[in-house]
């Protein structure tokens, strides 16, 4: 439902028969399966995925700054699953706490935070 209505504007006629509630709830059950599986729902493994893609940044890096390369661009290209736990390991769009099941539509927290699918 979400991808049809921020590409048109409208609903799907599947979608139409939720009400706002229901289509509020379904994005925030996405964002729930992206912070677990891609964001720091695991912080423990999931940041840790990025070491490798952040040392060879950093070593490209190094490498122009040293005048190891003669390189004057270097292009990665990525999706969400390379490129949220590299955001979590630099530390961005972290939460105090973590993403709950538990939190109401109204609740501050909820719309508070920072890690958005």
């Known amino acids: ?6 590409h ?3 609903l799907d006629p599947l979608c ?6 229901d289509l509020v ?3 925030y059950l996405a964002e729930l399966k992206h912070f677990y599986k891609k964001g720091m ?3 423990d493994m999931n940041p840790r995925m990025a070491c490798p893609l952040l040392q060879f940044l950093l070593d490209q890096l190094e490498d122009r700054a040293l005048g190891r ?3 004057s661009s ?3 290209f990525a999706h969400a699953e390379t490129l949220v736990p590299l955001l979590m390991l630099l530390g961005m769009y972290q939460d105090t706490a973590p993403l709950s099941p538990d939190l109401l539509p109204d609740d501050p927290a909820r719309r508070e935070r920072g890690f958005r699918a």
């Open 1 to 6: 439902c979400a991808y049809r209505r921020a």
């Open 25 to 27: 709830a379904l994005e």
């Open 69 to 71: 390369s003669e390189l």
């Open 16 to 21: 139409r028969l939720l009400v706002e509630e």
């Open 74 to 76: 270097y292009l990665l």
């Open 8 to 10: 048109t504007g409208a």
């Open 41 to 43: 729902g695991l912080k």
